[in-house]
């Protein structure tokens, strides 16, 4: 573009106006009148803003970050939204024309002029007239890539709901300067009572807990300055109050922590639990609404205080009096001092006596449903009371028993029907509640086998009436939660020997029976026990492994996904072949044959000779896809089956017995049900499988082994129209190619993934562990462990196809070559090198139709001659036997008899050698 001598002359004037402001932001004011006084004298806005930008343009290709650059930047902007007083349709235009410059660079590929753009922009992103602005912010933010780029558009956003999301997402940005950024802007821009009850306890769950110092920090300070000082005149229960301690409970408790080990809670003189025990006779008489019997009653706050309080004190003075013990002199003397201080406050605060303690609960427990949350959290101050005074622990003990007794809450629907409310699994309806019920009575009954002594009491007692089947499906229910309770915190069933009711009675007359009652919710809390059970077992006894595998068979999604989650258990505590034996069988897995889908109802023949994990790995494909969503869309068979496969693969070294055949198959099973469209909305499957994808491939060269030898059965599986797999319409087609094309870079990256350092514990001569020390494998594996072996693989299963080939199976081989040409090969396996090279001219064939895949398959085997040593020298039949024999032994066992091809092959190869 051509320009005349005038717009060289004011481009000129332009240029030495933003030279000069980039050296003190001091001259800013009076430069910014003489180019305001430019643009008036300007017979056309648009010219001016075309000279302007142009002028403009080299500092947003600038790469290096400078301050000179900043305060450029900072002037121009503020003369973008300078009004010009004489001409404000002038001023208006140019904006405009100004705002359209910021947003292309703001789409820049250079990171530093997106970050200069946003910088400029940043005035605008709060004009309420044009959103156009702030829209363009928070598309941008998710998909920006450079840090300092978000962090400018994090610190530019104004306060809005609309932009309050954005910000709390960034808590968990990988850069922590982001994630600084995003606490400083909530704390600046936000205040506590703006945001909901959701993302406050979002952004202290994530920032007190940031891995990062610095971030928690920030979100400290953010809790301290802002939300607890200025919003809740720093009272810590008033910030509770904020944060629905019902509801989030878990984040109640880390901001308690956070407030005490800072510093921040005062507890004024006189104040303590006892202040709601202690009413005088006026305030019983005319009892408000928030007493009963005489007891003031706690809000749900004040209860998670008190808790969090009193915890701290404990565990304050046992620290101080530990080091009281193994410190001497005067540190001794302080450190006593300081756990007596904290001892004599707790008691203070705590109520004078157990008694009073047990009127306070009992208090909140007849309450009713509102006072749950409350009883719970005073269940658990129990355990910080003491229990040496026998009378104390008479009446603590009665109290106990009233809480085991005490029968399962329910209502009664519209049909008259007895509904249990809660998980109808645990005691007093909830996890959460049957732990606090049993800290307290282990607290109570601390000696050695009183516990056990004392539940096993209540449980017959509340098993006669189900022993006599003359109990109702309640009774039912509360005597299996009471010997739930039991079983989760027993060490062993020897600990249960010579009680009121011996280990192997309780088993045939209650936990059997109730997996067999006629109603639902028996069936699901006696499976839990019998799974329970189980862990205590020695050896697995056969009435319950048999039980169970009935119960897994199901059609009903709650007691197949019960019974599931026990068998798992069972089979990782005891082993799967303990399990197999149980049963009467020998160890030998039908995988290592070709398998036909298995019928579920066999199982319930005695004599059925199906091992555990066959039973577990039929279930995947069951058809109970729907059954299950509608039951819980986030628990379901195959979600339990996927994370038990992958905790026994992750853990596979401990379970030498299994088949190698047998990992390769699950593995395969889980990537197919990753990628399948079955799947897609089973979210606690995918996340499961997610983490375990991320982490298998790099605990050991094994698990490559395996991963090596699943890539072809999942791509046989995937892939449609090959094999006997189903087509379909063209778009269905597209998209079933594109998930399989997905999963085989899925499986390349993590067979590249790099393998994790692995710790060792070193000891000298005086057998003295020195701190773990890092060491770094540096032995080869072998080539089946490696890259080598999946190109081994791959092309075998490419060049097997015939010339004369069917759409889908030129779309499938070509697929495969893409990946082959994607892998590494280590100088080191030169006999490899050598078999693929050759390989790699029937590789070459059998995609011929595809020009620049030949190309680039002749690239690789001009790369493969560059690392053979000896490039001349020919591979023998017996080291091709070798090679190939291993890689089609396990293409056998993973393909189900497909392998007629790849004889074929193996012979021409072996022959031409």
Known sequence: MEFSEEDKQLMQKMAKILDEVKASNATHIRKLKEISILRSKSPSPLQFGALFFKTLAPLFQIQRRTASAERIVRFVSVFGSAPDSSNSSASDEFLGEFL????????????????????????????????????????????????????????????????????????????????????????????????????????????????SVAVSKECLKLMRDEWLSKCCNDDPVQLLKYLDVETYESVGETVMIALLQNGLVKLHDGQS????????????????????????????????????????????????????????????????????????????????TVSDYIVLVKAHIDAGANYHFVSRQLLLLGAMLDYSDSTSRKVASSFVQELLHKPLQHEVDDEGNQVVIGDGVNLGGDKDWADAVSSLARKVHAATGEFEEVVVQVIEELAQPCRERTADFMQWMHCLAVTGLLLENSKSLQGLQGRAIEPSELLQSLLLPGAKHGHLDVQRVAIRCLGLFGLLERKPSKELVMQLTISFASDLPPISIMACKALIDVAMWHGPQEVDKALGQEHVSQFEDSKNAFNPEKISDADSNVELLDLLYAGLDRNDWAKSVQHDENETVQAILCEGFAKILLLSEKYSSLPTSLHSRILAKLIILYFSNETKDLQRLKQCLSVFFEHYPSLSVNHKKCLSKAFVPVMRSLWPGIYGNAGGAATVVSNMRKRAVQASRFMLQMMQAPLFAKQTKIEDENGSTELPETIDSTLQPSFECGEEGLAICIAAEVASFAIKKTAAERAYVSALSRILILLHFRVSEQLVIKLMRRLLNHVAESVSADKDLVKELKQMAEHLKSLDKLPDEELLPDQANHILGNVFFFLRLACEGHIFSHISLYIVIISTC
Not at 337 to 352: F, G, K, Y
Request: glycine fraction near 4%; charge should be negative.
């Open 100 to 211: 359209k410059f910021l947003i292309v660079a703001a789409m820049s590929s250079n990171k530093t002029a997106r970050f200069r753009a946003f910088r400029a922009l940043s005035r605008f992103a709060s004009d309420t007239e044009n959103s156009d602005i702030l829209d363009l912010f928070l598309g941008a933010l998710p998909l920006e890539q450079n840090a300092e780029v978000r962090k400018t558009i994090v610190l530019a956003l104004p306060p809005s709901n609309a932009t309050s999301l954005a910000i709390v997402n960034c808590t968990l940005d990988v850069s922590e300067s982001v994630r600084r950024a995003a606490y400083c802007v909530l704390a600046n821009k936000f205040p506590l009572q703006s945001l909901s009850i959701k993302l406050r306890t979002v952004i202290l769950q994530r920032g007190l807990a940031d891995r």
């Open 273 to 352: 639990i006892r202040d709601y025990i202690s009413l005088t006779s006026s305030e019983i008489e005319g009892e408000s609404p928030d007493c009963h019997r005489g007891i003031h009653l706690m809000e749900p706050e004040f209860a998670l205080y008190w808790k969090t309080v009193c915890k701290h004190l404990q565990t304050e003075a046992q620290e101080k009096g530990s080091n009281a013990a193994t410190t001497m002199g005067t540190e001794a003397a302080v450190y006593a001092a300081e756990a007596s201080d904290n001892n004599d406050l707790l008691e203070r605060i705590l109520p004078a």
